[in-house]
């Protein structure tokens, strides 16, 4: 049941604590990435890595790209329906497709996979479903141990398979020769750890309410972030069109200023993430735009003083840049959650979607 929540979609995005929790657990051990079926030196050979997903799951599998990029190793991610029937370039047995899917039952993605396997990569799912469609045909799983999300609009897997796929992308800087593991590991690994209890304190405030009330009605919303907070402004963006039915578009930051720039007024308000990588250019593009009128509501840590320009602030905890943007994504998913209930929409069951889209 709701568990005395008004909507699942609320309890989901309250019991990301204890989600992200089980995400964890056991996983990382003496300072060491313990992924059961994935130990030491899986992964030694392969030198391309090729994530397949759609919507919420493809927006996590640019957070594992990113983390897979930074680590020196080859990696893109795919929408699984532009995958499948294109050319996604070479696919060897040195080729890791992983495809990432709450369900493990889209069909967009299932073709993706398909097709990445009849070329001769290796096959690695990412899902919440034990014994789904995706888990049984990939050479192994990974599962991402949310629970079960009842809510059509995916929050707490998204936190989770962001995490899921960082561990994986450690594991994966570890075993393959020309990577280059973080430097700062250990530290990076220890706010891991207490990031469900960040994501516990960044839920008892009542300031995502409070903003999405401030900016009712606005004509559009927009989300900017750069790195891996792009992935997150994208995510952001996502849900908010999803649930309240408002136009909605999220962009890396720098590219505002490439075309989208136009459509900012004093009615677009911009939500802009900072987490402490490259925040002076963010910086500089949110003044751009609040320099055409528009609202910046900043999604900082406090010492970021970079939040300091903004006319509205939600406050994350500090943590690891790497981390941060799943702190953010939290107080997005409460955003998009009160302005659409402000609208009156139907939160768990928005018009025109469905759970799992098993149509290509
Ligand atoms: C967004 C959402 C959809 C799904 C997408 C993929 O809130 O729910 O965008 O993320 O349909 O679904 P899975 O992850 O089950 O493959």
Sequence with gaps: GKGGYEHYMLKEIYTQPNALSNTIEGRIQDNEICLEDFPKGTFSGIDD????????????????????????????????????????????????AIAVTQSGETADTLGALRQAKSQGARVVTVTNVVGSTAAREADDS??????????????????????????????????????????????LLRSL??????????????????????????????????????????????????????HAEGFASGELKHGPLALVTPDTPIFVLFNG???????????????????????????????????SFLEIPDTHPVWSGLLANVKLQLVSYHAARNLGRPIDKPRNLAKSVTVE
């Design 49 to 96: 890595v090729h994530f397949v997903a759609c919507g919420t799951s493809y927006h996590a599998a640019l957070y594992g790209q990113q983390m897979l990029n930074r680590a020196g190793i080859r990696a893109q991610a795919f929408r699984a329906s532009e995958y499948v029937g294109s050319n996604p370039g070479p696919v060897s047995d040195k080729t890791l």
């Design 142 to 187: 990974l599962f991402i141990r949310a629970g079960p999300e009842i809510g059509v609009a995916a929050t707490k897997t998204f936190s989770s398979q962001a995490v899921t796929l960082s561990l994986l992308a450690l594991r994966l800087a570890e075993d393959i020769e020309t990577a280059t593991p973080p430097e700062d590991k250990a530290e």
């Design 277 to 311: 990588e490259n925040d002076t250019k963010t910086l500089q593009n949110a003044k751009e735009a609040q320099a055409r009128g528009a609202p910046v509501i900043a999604v900082a840590s406090e010492k970021h003083s970079s939040a300091d320009i903004a006319d």
């Design 193 to 246: 750890e207490v990031l469900p209890e960040n994501v516990e304190k960044l839920l008892t405030s009542t300031e995502a309410k409070r903003i999405a009330s401030r900016y009712a009605g606005s004509k559009s919303y927009f989300f900017i972030g750069r790195g891996l907070n792009n992935a997150v402004a994208k995510e952001g963006a996502l849900k908010f069109k999803e649930i309240t039915y408002e």
